[in-house]
């Protein structure tokens, strides 16, 4: 089993910036691919942003240019860097642990981020 801890959420005034962590731990396989999504209430869970091992990485439109993921695969941990944040950003986030079809996805518990002034 993989155990994802997060940290990093809370409440910001637009335009403020944020920082998210993920720390993996447990039965670790590779390759892999660590990332970020949010669900806002009454809406779907969607993509933010995923980062491989290898450090290629894809974004939602929507933060493109406001958003960077990154990892350190030493001690299984991605980041996401929230810049430029938007009142339509409040959700809350989860952090995403994948590996190749046959592998299961774990999930972490979620943080709130709430973007207000």
């Known amino acids: 089993q993989v155990q994802l801890v997060e940290s990093g959420g809370g409440l910001v005034q637009p335009g403020g910036s944020l920082r998210l962590s993920c720390a993996a731990s447990?039965?670790?396989?590779?390759?892999?691919?660590m990332g970020w999504y949010r669900q806002a209430p009454g809406k779907e869970r969607d993509l933010v942003a995923v980062?491989?091992?290898?450090?290629?990485?894809n974004y939602a439109d929507s933060v493109k240019g406001r958003f960077t993921i990154s990892r350190v695969n030493a001690r299984n941990t991605v980041y996401l860097q929230m810049d430029s944040l938007k009142p339509e950003d409040t959700a809350v986030y989860y952090c995403?642990?994948?590996?190749?079809?046959?592998?299961?996805?774990?999930w972490g518990r979620g943080t709130q981020v709430t973007v207000s002034s």
């Open positions: 447990g039965r670790i396989f590779s390759p892999n691919a």
């Open positions: 980062i491989t091992v290898d450090g290629v990485t």
């Open positions: 995403r642990f994948s590996g190749s079809v046959s592998n299961p996805v774990y």
